[in-house]
């Protein structure tokens, strides 16, 4: 019986290019005035950003 080795959490985290978060925000309809950023990579939403979005992406 082979086990599989599962790679860690840093090792995924590691493999993968960040992408900015203003990028994200922007697929989704919000701009930089809708987030409060916290760097390049973390921002916090400004909630009321998100009754001006006519669907929310991620719940359809």
Not at 7 to 28: G, R, V, W, Y
Not at 42 to 53: T, Y
């Amino acid at each position: 019986m082979f086990m599989k080795v599962v790679p860690s959490d840093l090792e995924i985290a590691q493999a993968h290019k960040m992408t900015p978060i203003t990028e994200i925000a922007a697929k989704i309809g919000l701009g930089e005035d809708d987030i409060d950023l916290y760097g390049k990579y973390k921002a916090r939403l400004i909630w009321m950003s998100c009754a001006n979005l006519k669907t929310i992406p991620w719940a359809s």
